[in-house]
């Protein structure tokens, strides 16, 4: 009997032997990235924007729930863009939907915020530009279907661009994501 339980515990307990299985990077919360290196500014707190939010006259959207991801922590884009990679495993055939989670404003449409648009890059190709425009409400989180030509040495690389002819940063995102399927926002 005392055979038998063992067999069975180290049939599923032995990560060495059975366990071939790698971690893949297929979200990131921004604010576990442990770059220290970074300044305090580089990132938002959902308390903080929502008061320059209000302040302007809009409205801050919650950190979407979605992929089970949400701390109310974005990581702020900066004028010169944003670069970061997520991983699939090797010899991937499915689709990829990916699923980008921006710090999102609602304005009424007499509002005198100016538009600002935010290009999405995907393997060094435009994907998608979004808008904030006072009056419309642009879909969030952002989602893009990928193809396995998107995908380069087992890695999405991703780049955000904001236009920055306003000044400032005026994007943030709070999370990003991939799932094989159509996610329910």
Same mark, same amino acid.
């Given at each position: 009997m005392i055979q038998i339980f063992l067999f069975i515990f180290f049939v599923f307990f032995s990560d060495p032997i059975f366990s071939n299985q790698e971690e893949y990077k297929n979200s990131i919360n921004f604010t576990s990235i442990g770059n220290t290196e970074l300044p305090p500014e580089s990132f938002g707190y959902y308390h903080q924007l929502r008061k320059w939010a209000n302040f302007q006259k809009m409205k801050l959207k919650?950190?979407?729930?979605? *992929? @089970?991801?949400?701390?109310? &922590?974005?990581?702020?884009? $900066?004028?010169?863009?944003? =670069?970061?990679?997520?991983?699939?495993?090797?010899?991937?055939?499915?689709?990829?939907?990916?699923?980008?989670?921006?710090?999102?404003?609602?304005?009424?449409?007499?509002?005198?915020?100016?538009?600002?648009?935010?290009?999405?890059?995907? *393997? @060094?190709?435009?994907?998608? &530009?979004?808008?904030?425009? $006072?009056?419309?409400?642009? =879909?969030?989180?952002?989602?893009?279907p990928l193809e396995r030509i998107d995908i380069h040495n087992n890695k999405i690389y991703i780049k955000l661009i904001p236009d920055h002819t306003e000044g400032g940063k005026f994007w943030g995102i709070w999370d990003a994501f991939y799932s094989t399927k159509k996610e329910i926002p």
């Open positions: 919650k950190d979407s729930r979605l *992929g @089970g991801i949400s701390d109310g &922590i974005c990581r702020m884009i $900066p004028n010169e863009g944003l =670069e970061f990679f997520l991983e699939v495993p090797p010899n991937w055939k499915k689709r990829i939907f990916l699923y980008l989670d921006f710090t999102t404003y609602e304005a009424e449409a007499d509002s005198k915020f100016p538009t600002r648009s935010l290009s999405i890059l995907v *393997g @060094g190709k435009l994907k998608k &530009i979004i808008y904030f425009q $006072p009056g419309a409400l642009e =879909e969030n989180p952002t989602m893009i």
